[in-house]
């Protein structure tokens, strides 16, 4: 079955923290992605990432597809931040659908 | 920056009324889909559409659902008699190909009371 953890679950920082949210997936995917969603519920794409890494401002995704694991910092933490992270997973076929994660709930505080 | 447009944002609706959920995807893509999140669960695949049909839906995906692209930019999601627990915020997404990012809406938050 197609499995998508992520963790922590919910991540409180102060500003300026760096921060790490894991994401880890059970079978081989085509791509990666990062996704952010701020109260109110849309949903935005942050990177799409199938091997090393990727740099959007303070934003770095990596992913190793042999441990089947992938990582989201954000270095310089700002309150603005604060959102819920999600990761998911994009296997191959016909559709290439998501399977998404459960999401990382980060509250940065002044 | 190309959106994909959702309507309405929110939808209050009787149990067992029929919905319409639209969808404007970005012009040139040619993937299309229907995700829903029902609160405080994750994300689910509903269906995807590619080349005018149907290309994998989800087991939630059953005969009260139907998708269609009417006119080659509005992608909607019917919902024949709606029950409670169809409530949740519906997503529409595009991709222009197969090997593309998502690109979603912003979501309508559909209420079934």
């Known amino acids: 079955k197609n499995e998508v953890e992520q963790s922590p679950q919910n991540l409180t920082a102060q500003e300026g923290e760096f921060i790490t949210i894991n994401c880890s997936y059970s079978?081989?995917?085509?791509?990666l992605h990062w996704l952010q969603q701020h109260p109110g519920g849309g949903i935005v794409s942050l990177f799409m990432l199938s091997s090393g890494k990727k740099k959007h401002g303070r934003l770095i995704a990596t992913i190793n597809i042999q441990e089947k694991h992938s990582s989201l910092h954000i270095t310089a933490s700002h309150p603005r931040d604060s959102a819920v992270y999600i990761c998911a997973a994009l296997y191959g076929g016909a559709t290439n659908k998501l399977i998404f994660g459960t999401g990382t709930l980060l509250a940065v505080q002044p | 920056e190309p959106e994909v447009t959702q309507t309405p944002s929110h939808q209050v609706t009787q149990m067992g009324q029929e919905v319409i959920l639209r969808c404007v995807p970005i012009?040139?893509?040619?993937?299309f889909y229907w995700y829903r999140q029902i609160l405080g669960q994750k994300v689910e695949f509903l269906v995807s559409?590619?080349?005018?049909?149907?290309?994998?839906k989800s087991e939630i995906f059953d005969d009260q659902f139907s998708v269609e692209r009417p006119d080659g930019s509005n992608f909607t999601l019917k919902i024949r008699s709606t029950k409670l627990e169809d409530s949740a915020m519906y997503f529409c997404?595009?991709?222009?190909?197969?090997?593309?990012?998502?690109?979603f809406g912003s979501g309508t938050r559909l209420t079934v009371v």
């Open positions: 079978v081989g995917i085509s791509a």
């Open positions: 012009s040139n893509h040619l993937y």
């Open positions: 559409f590619y080349n005018n049909e149907i290309s994998e």
């Open positions: 997404a595009s991709r222009l190909t197969g090997v593309d990012g998502y690109t």
